[in-house]
């Protein structure tokens, strides 16, 4: 779909004029120079050379970011097809150890600050951070685990889930980890496919004031897995609480009771070191395995290069561990930077809550997601008014894309000074592949450029490059070394590969509709999959939530469209939840329709605006769209959605209900 005339946005964010010279970027681009690379002297240009030679790059970062390798590497890259290429072939290391490789040098500075509504604030240092891996690996090593052995944690964000990720890494065992909001069935779904042999579980937590136990549910999951051997039991809700009588289970500390030398289990580049998950919102979630490599080397370069993280800074990304912004998140301790983990109701008390944690911790980079700055615009507020907000100088936004609207209010309600920096990614490569960087302007609604190393580009449906300004699906045409090293229990490769490059064969197809400028940056306008196809047009979703949501009287909405099988311009519907004190009447649906054909265009309207008490969302946050089109189409509610990847799955039961009465 080519746009005639783009209307591009403000500039809401521009970089100092010595930017270039004082970033990191800077710096690695004359450590380029000294290994024979070409100098390069703002972002476009290592972004070019980053594309061009992308073995040379990543060698580059490597040896940059102080990658240990026990078994030096015969290349950098070995080209292949784009599902089989080969990383650092002969290379070993480990993850774990470059995590912790700032302990020596800052061993009395604070790795981890842990706030949460279960307990009190605490903070660990380097050498304490050290102390309790290698307590806990010696602990998993009682317990029988070793290289390729599942450990699997139902427990929040908090410092112990994140001592047993290190020390499960350092063991070359692979590790995963589920929220403790996630229902039983959406864990054992997940968990059942890799086989599990050591849980650890929180008995509980506390959202705002509200104490959720979840005792019965870590039963149900371990009588779920028969492959379980041992249950961890962190007593985070009732910390005096008593263990199960199995005599599989132990408490936490007792996997701590012992001390060991911290060793790290030297494995190749591509070694298992977690599986995350697909949303799962129909059918199994898709096992997607990550490497050592590759999510070392990929996250070392977001963090130093894309936002700038020194030693000492701190950086909090607001997530549950069962979302991979948390594997994101915590791997900024490879920059030596403290990292912020935050537990509990953001929105409580108020959804000040995460601003005065920056405020208070002097937060340097803090993210958040499109919806919770959208909430807190429409809620009105102006945190950087409450609070101190002056040691954040970039804010992060994923999760959805952000409207311009909420580009706009952030310079003026939160802080002139912020960079806002929205990016897109996902579970399948655990990083971005757009984004920004210190030294690049922020336009609102726009995403700044392509990550470095990440040949991203639109697509026609003919599999032809778009040109500036022209709308296309999202691929990939180079590898990253953070793509998935395949799929659980996918021997052959034929499911990674039909998952991701047969819509265009050799080439990874990610499934949301981009377009980029004449400079390289680029918006995203949702889903391809959750398309609206009006009438041969191409409307994207994310248009239809910047107006419908920010008014007032909506607490959310979904659009979804029907089509006509005959080429008519089907049947558009809009779903809404009005926000508390109002009701969808016929003032308010007649307001709804003039402002999407004022403010869009008529093919915009919809044919019928119904209500619903709630949107369902998945645990993450996102929209289920497409789940709601299906059961338009007839698919019974279980069918279409598992109720258990659902944040609130009552709402597909009103969904139900609707589509039910709506038939009848």
Known sequence: MTKESIERGALTWQPALDAWENSSLADFADHVVALGGPACSDYIELLDWSLGELGPFWAAVASWQCIRWHDEPSASLVHGSMSDVTWFPGGTLNYAERMLAWATEQPDDTAIIELSQSRDRREVTWAQLVDQVARCRAGLVER?????????????????????????????????????????????????QIEPKVLIAVDGYMYGTKGIDRSAHVDQIAAALPSLEHIVHIGYLQPEGELSSDARVCAWDALLANHAPLEFEAVPFDHPLYVLFSSGTTGLPKPIVHGHGGIALEHAKAWSLHYGLQPGERVMWFTTTGWMMWNFLISGLITGS??????????????????????????????VSAPFIMACRKEGIRPGDLVDLSSVRHLGSTGAPLPVEGFEWIPDAVGSHIQTGSMSGGTDVCTAFVGTAPTLPIRAGEIGARMLGCDVQAFTPTGDQCAPNETGELVIVAPMPSMPIGLWGDESGERYRSTYFDTYPGVWHHGDWITFFDDGACQITGRSDATLNRGGVRLGTADFYVIVDSMPEIADSAVVHLEDKDGGPGELILLVATAGGHELDDDLANRIKRALRSELSPRHVPDEIAALSAVPRTLSGKKLEVPIKRMLLGMPADKAASRDSLANPEALDHVAAWVAARTT
Do not use: H, K, M, Y
């Open 338 to 367: 403290t990292i912020v983990l935050f537990d509990g109701d953001p929105a409580a008390p108020d959804l000040l809550a995460l601003w005065r944690v920056a405020a208070d911790e002097q937060v340097d980079v803090l993210g």
């Open 144 to 192: 029988g685990v070793g290289r390729g052995d599942r450990v699997v944690a139902f427990s929040p964000n908090i410092s112990e889930t994140l001592v047993a990720f290190l020390a499960t890494a350092s063991l070359g065992a692979i590790w995963s980890s589920c929220a403790p909001e996630f229902g039983v069935r959406a864990v054992t779904d997940r968990w059942a």
